[in-house]
């Protein structure tokens, strides 16, 4: 601590033992269970310590009036191979909200999830619905009247209408869903068959 500071200046270095709201950032071992993350980017933990010893080095990140203390425990370990420690103790919540802080200090503001659109989120919802009432053995008539209502699928000849082949085409997509294709919502870009 430089001795120019006061007291309620100075960041008093607490060992994550003490100061459960430190976040521990420790070199990553073996993938668990052999996960791999290839398309993910590393989070720049890597500060200048404010303190360091033979246990660790300790940084304080800030912006403005929020701060965390980040103790690395061998502060020459790259950030693309550190991993964050959460100690299985009764301060848990206290040390996952202290992450949590952390890591909205280190990373901008999130862009929204563009993976899938508004339009196809509530395509995929129709598509779910029309499958629950295929699979509680309802007619594609019956489907179609409880998502549009009885009034509109009236208004036309049902073998012909535009709403049956709707409904026809909601139930055949949410087939290929249900059988592996949700997998394809969890990559960057929908991959089209």
Known sequence: ???SLSALEATLPWTPQINPGSVIVAPAGKPI?????????????????????????????RHGTDEVQVFRLDPTVPDENATFLI???????????????LIRLLTPTPAPDTRLTKLQRRRIAAML??????????SQKSIAEAMFGRR???????????????????????AR???????HLLSPIIKRR
């Open 33 to 61: 269970g052999g996960l791999h993350y290839p398309g993910a980017k590393p989070i720049k933990i890597l500060h200048p310590p404010t303190f360091s010893d033979h246990m660790g080095a300790l940084s304080v990140i």
């Open 1 to 3: 601590m430089p001795p």
């Open 177 to 183: 869903l249900i059988d592996g294709g949700y997998l």
């Open 87 to 101: 100690p299985a103790d009764s301060h848990v919540a206290i040390r996952l909200d202290a992450l949590s802080r």
């Open 152 to 174: 509109r699928v009236s208004q036309e000849y049902w073998p012909h209408a535009s709403l049956r082949f709707h409904i026809h085409r909601l139930l055949t997509d949410a």
């Open 129 to 138: 619905r029309a499958s629950d009432g295929r699979a509680e053995d309802a």
